[in-house]
């Protein structure tokens, strides 16, 4: 046990740690919401394009929206519900949705797919913890039979933060040579040059 004297008294290091993670547990998480409503989240998606732009669908009231998500912060939230659902900490390299509307997770060892309903209720939760700043309790009043309340939600980011992997693009699709075709003036066949 290690001491701090002062000019009237010692503090235990024990002490000092138990004020400090008091301390953090009552300060809101600051999050950036994805939408600037509470919304009802109802499905992700990538688009069909080479950019591959993770995406959800939405309602807000009654109506019905979309909104492209960033790669980047797509990615972190759901390495962030991989944690929380499965508790791998492994870096990402591939994301897909399969026909039930799940994602499908490729780490460097394994490969995992989270239902649908639990991708929706995080996102939902998720939004609704950035946009009322939710401060994580330990004990909540929850009645949520998946433990993914906005508490839990919270204190997720809170004991996290940013201490994940980041995303690693996929080393699976190696880059082909492009073909340039061309035809000669004098030739009646095309002619390809590598």
Do not use: W
């Not at 492009?178 to 009646?188: C, S």
Request: overall charge positive; some cysteine; proline content about 4%.
């Amino acid at each position: 046990m290690h001491f701090t004297q002062s000019s009237r008294f010692a503090i235990t290091s024990t002490e000092i740690n138990r004020y400090f993670s008091a301390q953090t547990q009552q300060i809101p998480v600051e999050l950036k919401p994805l939408i600037a409503k509470k919304i009802k989240v109802e499905r992700v998606g990538f688009t069909r394009n080479a950019s591959n732009t993770p995406y959800i669908v939405y309602r807000v009231g009654e109506r019905r929206c979309c909104t492209f998500i960033k790669r980047k912060v797509f990615t972190s939230l759901i390495q962030k519900l991989l944690k929380f659902t499965h508790g791998i900490t492994e870096s990402i390299r591939s994301l897909s949705v399969n026909s039930t509307g799940g994602v499908q997770i490729k780490t460097m060892s394994d490969a995992v797919c989270i239902e649908c309903r639990y991708v929706v209720k995080f996102l939902e939760n998720y939004n609704t913890v950035a946009l009322n700043s939710t401060v994580p309790t330990a004990n909540c009043d929850c009645n949520d039979k998946d433990g993914m309340c906005v508490h839990a939600i919270a204190r997720l980011f809170v004991s996290l933060s940013d201490r994940l992997p980041a995303f690693t693009f996929s080393a699976e699709a190696p880059i082909k040579p492009i073909r340039f075709f061309h035809y000669q003036a004098y030739a009646t066949k095309i002619t390809a040059k590598i």
